[in-house]
């Protein structure tokens, strides 16, 4: 390939001169100018927005964006309702809801997926000591032991540690209080929402997710290179600092 069929890059002879500067950095006013010249068509960064919002569950920003945007939404949204309602309950932590709603609605689907079944009992028995129910979270813990913990040693493990808690007045402060934290709700939310995903044959990680990822790969790929660059160092935000002074931090997600 000659030099004239070559790709614009950020960095390197093809973006600037090397007579006056070295051939394997950029600045970042050079970086933005880049990125600036390089649009993304405004149809598929609507389809990219699309697809997150209807991955991540918010339904009604999808129907309106939708519209806005004059895009036709791949989905029916009666078809996200059950689903919203689930992930709704899960972050709230109303365990019994969601597992109601499950089986109405996908009745096969915990049964097809066990270790999504043991996460939502795992969560059920700690939401159960979160509230103090003391005698309820027993005859949970031992229904669903008898059950399944002869089967899985490391469920019997995880009930042991959720138990330990009720040996505590304040269970939150305890050794196992991690188990309290409210991200473990989010891990069963993320689980679930991946499983009814796929359940309705849609890629279980959202376009926008894979390009974060892409870029966080290259950016890790032109440092094992040794090449110094403007790097993204919030994605939140944009942000794009000057690699010079900090090299190695890792970007803020």
């Known amino acids: 390939m000659n030099a004239g069929n070559s790709p ?6 093809d973006s600037y001169s090397t007579s006056s500067r070295d051939s394997s950095r950029c600045s970042v006013d050079e970086c933005k100018e880049f990125i600036d010249n390089d649009h993304v068509p405004r149809a598929q960064m609507s389809q990219i927005i699309l697809d997150y919002l209807i991955n991540a569950g918010h339904k009604d920003a999808a129907v309106n964006f939708s519209r806005e945007a004059a895009i036709a939404l791949p989905v029916q949204p009666s078809s996200m309702d059950d689903r919203v309602k689930v992930l709704e309950a899960a972050h709230e932590g109303r365990i019994a809801d969601c597992m109601k709603i499950l089986q109405e609605s996908s009745p096969d689907l915990l049964e097809q997926n066990m270790d999504v079944y043991l996460a ?13 129910k003391i005698s309820d979270a027993l005859q949970f813990a031992q229904d669903v032991l008898a059950e399944k913990g002869a089967e899985d040693p490391a469920l019997l493990e995880d009930f042991e540690r959720a138990m330990a808690l009720l040996a505590f007045d304040k269970p939150e402060d305890s050794p196992y209080g991690d188990l309290l934290e409210l991200t473990r709700r989010e891990e069963v939310k993320a689980q679930l929402n ?45 942000i794009i600092s000057d690699d010079s002074s900090d090299f190695g931090s890792d970007v803020l997600m």
């Open 8 to 13: 614009s890059l950020p960095f390197g002879s």
């Open 120 to 132: 939502i009992m795992k969560q059920m028995l700690l939401e159960l000591i979160r509230e103090r």
């Open 194 to 238: 991946e499983t009814l995903l796929r359940a309705h044959g849609r890629d279980t990680e959202s376009k926008l997710a894979t390009i974060c990822k892409l870029l966080l790969w290259s950016q890790e790929d032109l440092k094992k290179k040794g090449l110094k660059f403007p790097k993204l160092t919030d994605i939140a935000t944009g």
